[in-house]
């Protein structure tokens, strides 16, 4: 019967119809590498025209900047070598302004018109229709179709089901787009953020020799104390992120003395009670001038803060005990002592690094955090065994300490002290 082949023929066409629509959609998951993007784009309206037995057409993706067509995908147009046509932003506009739901007359309309346009790429090749691609009002795209292979004129059914393929078509050119520029601002902001880094921590290093040269008996000190807080964050497990910014904290740590008087800060002689109140006021100062900073790192005006805190409760400014104090300034005091320790000062020499261990060891738990003081000799010893990746804190040390390995036997039984809780743990 008459019935039964348009039946078969509607069913056959609606199935084809489903698997383009199917495969328009996976569109949107290829959106991400543009060689892929590309590749299913040209699938896709090969699909297309395919469904409908097409047997030429043009899909391309209009570049609003340099006023051109780029063509994606083409099919029965060998004659014409062109990779994009010329379109004016007037022309552009208007036909962005049809809409993507435009009459099967206007669509008619717009192909001779185009093909007259760009007579010299289309010669001799007939164009039925033309769509817009647009998004949001916008051109994105163009879709040409010439004839069926039928020799059917279109109907108004066939443009809307050619259509809102188009659409399909439409938003994942624009969805594709939308995300490189996306990833071109991700990088650029990227960049833009590792300069800003770059710049800061410049500035920081030119703070620190600020520090270091008002403080003429401390030459390096605030370098130093940045690289001790550094190896210990590290042996502590922090992660690269917190590790440069703790450095950055112990650059930093005595910024509050460029307020405090030079003459206290270069007296020769310990301070007086006088001095030590005029001295004592440079973590609070640090603070206020590190905390309007926006720091690419955190906590870098607290660690200044409370770099002369002691786990006791007896140190300043605020008398913070144990866990109160923030874990990066528990590391910053310890390698501020060490450097202090292990330096000559004009009232004294530097200690011997036996005297520092024990300095450590009785001031554990009360002026110095147990977990911290268990790495840093962790880090130490591993240097002097030869099973650290290099020696910095043995470098930091100079020249001035010869057989530093010597100390290896006290460092061994401080960490195991400190790791068997036989030490107080205090207010930790
Ligand atoms: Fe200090």
């Known amino acids: 019967m008459v019935g039964l082949p348009t039946?078969?023929?509607?069913?056959?066409?609606?199935?084809?119809?489903?698997?383009?629509?199917?495969?328009?959609?996976?569109?949107?998951?290829?959106?991400?590498?543009t060689a892929d993007f590309e590749e299913m784009l040209r699938n896709s309206f090969h699909l297309l025209l395919g469904s409908f037995a097409i047997r030429r057409g043009v899909v391309g993706e209009y570049d609003r900047e340099r006023g051109e067509l780029r063509l994606i995908a083409s099919r029965g147009l060998a004659q014409s070598q062109d990779t994009s046509l010329p379109i004016s932003s007037e022309h552009a506009r208007e036909v962005a302004s049809l809409g993507s739901a435009l009459s099967l007359d206007d669509a008619?309309?717009?192909?001779?018109?185009?093909?007259e346009d760009h007579k010299e790429s289309f010669a001799a090749v007939e164009i039925d229709l033309l769509l817009p691609l647009v998004v949001r009002d916008r051109l994105i795209g163009i879709v040409l179709l010439g004839e069926k292979a039928t020799g059917e004129k279109f109907t108004e059914e066939d443009l809307e089901v050619v259509s809102a393929l188009a659409r399909h078509i439409g938003v994942g050119i624009h969805s594709h787009r939308l995300l490189e520029e996306v990833e071109t601002k991700a990088e650029e902001n990227r960049r833009l953020y590792d300069g800003l880094r770059a710049i800061y921590k410049e500035t920081v290093h030119a703070f620190a020799a600020a520090i270091d040269i008002k403080d003429r008996y401390t030459q390096g000190h605030s370098v130093r104390v940045g690289k001790y807080s550094e190896i210990i964050a590290r042996e502590m497990g922090w992660s690269d992120d917190a590790v440069e910014g703790i450095a950055i904290a112990g650059y930093?740590?005595?910024?509050?003395?460029?307020?405090?008087?030079?003459?206290?800060?270069?007296?020769?002689?310990?301070?007086n009670a006088?001095?030590?109140?005029?001295?004592?006021?440079?973590?609070a100062a640090g603070y206020e001038i590190l905390s309007p900073i926006s720091h690419p790192y955190a906590d870098i005006p607290l660690m200044a803060r409370h770099h002369h805190e002691r786990i006791d409760g007896n140190g300043y400014p605020d008398g913070l005990k144990g866990d109160e104090i923030p874990p990066g300034a528990k590391i910053v005091t310890l390698a501020d002592s060490f450097d202090a320790m292990t330096t000559d000062r004009p009232y004294r020499k530097k200690l011997a690094l036996r005297d520092v261990l024990e300095d450590f060891r009785a001031n554990t738990g009360t002026q110095f955090a147990p977990e911290v003081v268990c790495a840093f000799c962790r880090a130490f010893l591993k240097e002097i065994e030869g099973t650290a990746k290099d020696q910095r804190l043995i470098k930091l040390l100079g020249k001035n300490?010869?057989?530093?390995?010597?100390?290896s036997p006290l460092l061994s039984q401080l960490i195991a002290d400190l790791d068997g809780g036989t030490m107080a743990a205090t207010a930790h």
């Open 7 to 33: 039946d078969f023929s509607m069913e056959t066409n609606t199935q084809r119809l489903l698997h383009t629509f199917a495969t328009l959609a996976d569109l949107g998951q290829e959106i991400a590498n």
């Open 108 to 115: 008619t309309k717009e192909a001779a018109r185009f093909l």
């Open 252 to 271: 930093l740590h005595d910024i509050g003395k460029l307020i405090v008087d030079l003459n206290v800060i270069n007296s020769p002689e310990r301070f």
């Open 274 to 283: 006088k001095e030590s109140k005029e001295m004592s006021r440079h973590p």
């Open 401 to 407: 300490y010869d057989n530093v390995e010597s100390v």
